[in-house]
């Protein structure tokens, strides 16, 4: 993915929509990172888990949530990031970047 978003013809639209998310894992204490899709409104993210039941990295982030690292606008920026799940059982995290 990074080379799409380092694209002269796709990257900056590749890069508004997508990022990589990187993380340790709660019981592993491996460090992670995956791509995703996102949305930003000021220093809130927002990330819609697609197919959450086939997916396990989201629950690093339930309960009280965890830290979170995001590649965005050509820097890594932290956060406190909180999964939560709907009652039609979507997932979303909800990112709030630190300073």
Do not use: C
């Not at 406190?80 to 799940?85: E, W």
């Amino acid at each position: 993915m990074s080379t799409l978003r380092s694209s002269p013809r796709w990257g900056t639209l590749v890069s508004k929509r997508l990022t990589i998310v990187t993380y340790t894992g709660r019981r592993t204490g491996r460090t992670f990172s995956t791509p995703v899709a996102y949305r930003r409104v000021a220093d809130v993210v927002t990330i819609g888990v697609q197919f959450p039941e086939a997916k396990s990295w989201w629950r690093n982030f339930g309960d009280m949530g965890g830290p979170m690292s995001l590649h965005l606008d050509g820097t890594d920026r932290t956060g406190h990031a909180i999964a939560r799940r709907d009652e039609k059982g979507r997932v979303t995290i909800t990112v709030r970047l630190g300073d």
